[in-house]
T-cell receptor
Framework: GAVVSQHPSWVICKSGTSVKIECRSL??????MFWYRQFPKQSLMLMAT?????????EQGVEKDKFLINHASLTLSTLTVTSAHPEDSSFYIC????????????FGAGTRLSVL | DAKTTQPPSMDCAEGRAANLPCNHS???????VYWYRQIHSQGPQYIIH???NNETNEMASLIITEDRKSSTLILPHATLRDTAVYYC????????FGTGTRLTIIP
């Protein structure tokens, strides 16, 4: 199957700092990538849709100025959590659509963010 | 996207077939049924998807009723590594995850 790489897998930061998470499609090009957030014992919640070469589309209730998304190439999307606070601590997961492989969405392994 | 309903939890004996049901009574004609699973602290893993016909791959089989209002995911010979949360999703444009079924394989 297609591989989506997410980095880092785990990050701890101080409150007020910014954290960047990378999502790469390793063996296919992805014009669309997605960013999810998952709190403990809850399901995945879609945060935004990242479109290559254009602005991301955010879900209702997600602050676009706090969660900056950049999709500068067909294989890379980044999510920057700006001025992180303890309530932003969560499991962040990206996914990418493989248009060639029946448009199946493949997921990264996730990034666990802990804000102190 | 159509709402799906799954039992919150199920147990299955190791080596037996695990049958996971999903109701999607409001599914529309162009919505595919997708199944993913999430093993603890990992990203979701794609399993299988279908529109009308039954599907089979190396991981599982998907049985969709003729009226498309429900489906069943079948893991033919469950192993301990199949313990996970299984999500059934009726996809139109975006994957929207519900609460899924927590499947526990019993040794």
């Amino acid at each position: 199957g297609a591989v989506v790489s997410q980095h880092p897998s785990w990050v701890i930061c101080k409150s007020g700092t910014s954290v960047k998470i990378e999502c790469r499609s390793l063996d296919f090009q992805a014009t669309t990538m997605f960013w999810y957030r998952q709190f403990p014992k809850q399901s995945l919640m879609l945060m935004a849709t990242s479109n290559e070469g254009s602005k991301a589309t955010y879900e209702q209730g997600v602050e676009k100025d706090k969660f900056l998304i950049n999709h500068a190439s067909l294989t890379l999307s980044t999510l920057t959590v700006t001025s992180a606070h303890p309530e932003d601590s969560s499991f962040y997961i990206c996914s990418a659509n493989n248009l060639i492989a029946k448009n199946i969405q493949y997921f990264g392994a996730g990034t666990r963010l802990s804000v102190l | 996207d159509a709402k799906t309903t799954q039992p919150p939890s199920m147990d299955c004996a190791e080596g037996r077939a695990a049958n996971l049901p999903c109701n999607h009574s409001t599914i529309s004609g162009n919505e595919y049924v997708y199944w993913y699973r999430q093993i603890h602290s990992q990203g979701p893993q794609y399993i299988i998807h279908g529109l009308k016909n039954n599907e089979t791959n190396e991981m599982a089989s998907l049985i969709i009723t003729e009226d498309r209002k429900s489906s069943t995911l079948i893991l033919p010979h469950a192993t301990l590594r199949d313990t996970a949360v299984y999500y059934c999703i009726a996809l139109h444009e975006k994957l929207t995850f519900g609460t899924g079924t927590r499947l526990t394989i019993i040794p």
